[in-house]
């Protein structure tokens, strides 16, 4: 059974940094395409950042470029989101997802990352950033 597990949520401050840690267990991870999403209060869930197997590709939503960086360790299984200069306007519960497939191909062929492109889901992290 896969397991997506986030862990490096919490409150900051505008300005400041969090990394966000998502480990895999029980499936493939070295051949799956990882994505964030995120899901504002009210709002609809959202895609962040989202990275190839081998890393090679990458993903940024406009909002996030510049400030947010996606890295992969296959070897531990994890994905991070390194987010700097957080605002307010980056609070938001943040799920780390898998697609079962390597590359970022199917998930950008419309533009972003969409739910239904994502295969497994972990149950999320919040990020709460104060003024």
């Known amino acids: 059974q896969v397991q997506l597990v986030e862990s490096g949520g919490g409150s900051v401050q505008a300005g400041d940094s969090l990394r966000l840690s998502c480990e895999s267990s029980?499936?493939?991870?070295?051949?799956?395409?990882m994505a964030w999403f995120r899901q504002p209060p009210g709002k609809e869930r959202e895609s962040v950042a989202a990275?190839?197997?081998?890393?090679?590709?990458?993903y940024y939503r406009d909002s996030v470029k510049g400030r947010f960086t996606i890295s992969r360790d296959n070897a531990k299984n994890t994905v991070y989101l390194q987010m700097n200069n957080l605002t307010p306007e980056d609070t938001a519960v943040y799920y780390c997802?898998?697609?079962?497939?390597?590359?970022?191909?199917?998930?950008?062929?419309?533009?972003?990352?969409?739910?239904?492109?994502?295969?497994?889901w972990g149950k999320g992290a919040l990020v709460t950033v104060s003024s």
């Open positions: 997802a898998a697609a079962r497939s390597p590359t970022l191909a199917r998930l950008t062929l419309y533009g972003a990352p969409r739910d239904h492109d994502m295969d497994y």
């Open positions: 029980g499936g493939t991870f070295a051949y799956w395409a």
């Open positions: 990275i190839s197997w081998s890393s090679d590709s990458t």
